[in-house]
């Protein structure tokens, strides 16, 4: 059924519906395994991210990461990325991780299909 609910943007990026928007409310994260790569959807205060479920400093699962003002806590070292970016905001990581596009419509988070990193 996901397949048949895909869709080109505009831009003629992929964007893969994910979930209904009722069942990620503000402060939740939902993981998904897209096109064999793991992403993390994000509600944070009303807005939706996607990051990769990959930490740049040794390969640690973001998924329990503790998330405070948009940043996103890696639980092995404590290293910080921005949801809405990528960045690293603390080190020890020093590589940002890949960020998608997510988008809302009829009350489905579609998010842009992931590159394989
Ligand atoms: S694996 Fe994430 S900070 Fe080390």
Redesign the pocket.
């Known amino acids: 059924m996901a397949s048949r609910m895909r869709e080109q943007c505009a831009n003629m990026t992929k964007m893969i519906p994910v979930a209904p928007v009722d069942v990620l409310p503000p402060g939740s994260r939902l993981h998904f395994e897209l096109e064999e790569e793991s992403v993390i959807v994000l509600n944070v205060d009303g807005n939706y991210y996607c990051i990769a479920d990959l930490?740049t400093?040794?390969?640690?699962p973001l998924e329990d990461g503790e998330v405070v003002d948009c940043q996103i806590e890696?639980p092995?070292?404590?290293?910080r990325f921005d949801v809405r970016t990528g960045k690293v905001t603390r080190l020890?990581?020093t590589d940002p991780i890949p960020v998608f596009a997510v988008k809302v419509e009829n009350g489905i988070i579609f998010v842009e299909e992931p590159d394989p990193w």
Not at 57 to 60: A, L, P
Not at 76 to 79: E, T
């Open positions: 930490c400093h040794d390969g640690g890696c092995r070292h404590g290293a020890p990581a």
